[in-house]
Structures are given as C-alpha cells and as structure tokens.
C-alpha cells in the first residue's frame, strides 16, 4: 500500500462518524493476543529452553503472562471483559453433559475465574479442582454448586499424582503454554484408566484481520514488521499431538466465534482486560501512534462493516480424548474379518423372467394397500 493510498484510507476514517458499540455473535461450527500499547525503549528478544528438561523452545514468557492475568484480575470492571471466556466454557460444559456419566473428581487446567464451573451442575461433577498461574484471578472466581478447591500452579507443572482425576478441564489457557505436547501428556498422566479430557483452545487463523492491518501499516510506516499477535496450533496438528500425549478416541472440531468492535483500539483494550497480550520473547514493546493509526486505517478499510464497526474472529478448537482403559471398544485386528469387499459382486440377483415378474407384481400390490 503505497503512502498515498494509506493517506486517503486515513482521511475517510477522521470524516467518518463514530462507530456502533462492540457486540458479538457466533458465525459457524479461528489466534488471539495482541501487544499492548505502551512507551519505553525496545526490549531485545530472548530465547531459551524451558525447565521441562526437554529441549522445548522457550517461547513464551510465563512470568510475564502471570503478571498480565494478575492486572487484568484486579480490574475493577473486569467482568465485562469475560464474554469470550464465558461462551468457551459453556461450549465445554455442554460436551461435558454430552457424556452420560458422573465424574467423582475433575480438574480445571488454567481455570481463571473457573468459567466452566458456572455451567456445570453437582450430578455431574462432584468435586473439582481449580489450576491458575494467576493467584488474583483464582480468588475473584465464580461460585458455583460443585464443591471446588483452588491451587496455584503453572500449566506445564501440574502438582498432582499419576491416576487421580476422571475428568480434566481446560478452557483459553493451553495456547501459551511452551510445551504443548509435554502438558498433554501430564494431563494425560494425571488421568485415571478411561479418565477423559475436555479442552478448548485457540486456533492459528484467530485475529487474522488484526494481525495482517498491523503489519500492512508497520510495514509502509516503519519498513518492516514485527509479531504482534502471538503464534498458535493448527487444527491439522491436534489430532497428533493428543495421539502423541497417548490418548485414543480423538474428538477435535472447530468453532469461530466473532466479535464486532467499534475500532481496533477497543479490540487491543479488550485483550487487555481479558489478559491475553502478547507474552512472547521476541514482542515489540513500541507501537507507534502513526502505525496505531495507519492500522486502524486498513482494518477498517478491508475488513469493515457498512455500520462502521470491524469484526475481530476467534478461531476455538475443541479437542476430547480418553486415557486408554480395556473396557473400552477397541478395533478389530487386520486380517479378522469373514467377508469381503469382493464378495458383495456374487450376492445373487434374480435372472428368471417369471421370478422377476412376481417380484413387480409383489411391489404393485403393497403400493394398492
């Protein structure tokens, strides 16, 4: 986009009348996060290895993503920053209740202000555990009727012993974790024999208009650009990474939910308020105010809506496994079966003419009752 263009895209967005209020609706059965908008010098990117033992690539900064979620938590008008959460963890919930069973115990991986509990009934979760990196946010939790206990805990580390819970939980929270696969497989550890975990994360084609505005504007203001919406997993790889873990009877589907804003600041100050900036080690602490602008200039202009405000789209992924157990139903073995394909070609058909006749006179007969 050359400077002219943006120019103009510029003027059209100061002449333009002030946009609706936010409002959100569900579109069909897509990465969220953004920087925050601050001033000070540019803090140089940082790389390492996380304490998994694992040679995992240190993307993500946990302290600092501790600290977002405790600002966040403090906020005096931080309920309204939770529909997101909210809708997520009913959508769980529900395929909580789509298992007709009653779980004596269930954890909450990264359960914030425990955003599925509030949907769940006592008949089926008797007790449940609430995980958070985030202290402040565990003690503005919602109550609810299920007997619950809070720890405080990282997601990479869960402090619990191998067999102990029959359901696991998770909602909005694994998609910062460095070690994905490694935290599959302590949820998988901490599973019971036929145990089931129920997640929702987000997908790599969330905010996809956010993060291509930003780096249109930053690449024509500045020359070149930085990541500002953080990196997250493809649907493609769920499925492998739960096999990986060592769960069976796969479940991942996708769900994009999408949000209208009046503008592109209100979609930074929801992420905010919901604790989901970026966290990442190679971030860009400045935002210019010009690219801020020339942003919101683009944004509007390919993704905007006739009423004026722009969508923001969040791509939830779904994924359900089980911890393998012998009741449950298994494939057959290669080579067992009795029949084939190839003898469905010499099942008999009628040839004789008579035999053909009676049958169309049958026929006729049943369509005169």
Sequence with gaps: MSSRVCGRVLQRLQTAGSPPAASWSRIRAGSWGCCRVQTG????????????GRSTMNVFNRDMKKRQKNWAATLQDGNQYDYLRDEVGGRVADRVYDIARTFPLALDVGAGKSHIAEHLSKDVVERLFLTDVSQETLKRRRQSEIPTQCV????????????????????????????????????????????????????????????????????????????HVSPYT???????????????????????????????????TDLQGMGESNCAWNRKSLLHRDTILAAAAIYNEMYGNEDGSIPATFEILYLIGWKPHESQAKPAKRGSATASFGDLSKINRPTDLNQTDSVGRLFSGIKTL
């Design 234 to 268: 493809a649907v493609t790889d769920l499925g492998n990474l739960l096999g990986r873990a060592g769960f069976n009877m796969l479940t991942v589907d996708v769900d994009d939910v999408q949000v209208h804003y009046p503008g592109i600041t209100e979609v930074m």
């Design 41 to 52: 010098t540019r803090s140089e990117p940082r790389r390492g290895l996380s304490g998994s």
């Design 152 to 227: 405080q805990a990282d997601e990479e580390f869960l402090p619990f012993k191998e067999n102990t819970f029959d359901l696991v939980l998770s909602s909005l929270s694994l998609h910062w974790i460095n070690d994905l696969p490694g935290a599959l497989r302590q949820i998988h550890q901490v599973l019971k024999p036929d145990g089931v975990f129920i997640g929702a994360m987000v997908g790599g084609e969330t905010l996809y208009e956010l993060r291509c505005s930003l780096q249109l504007a930053e690449t024509e203001r500045e020359g070149g650009f930085s990541p």
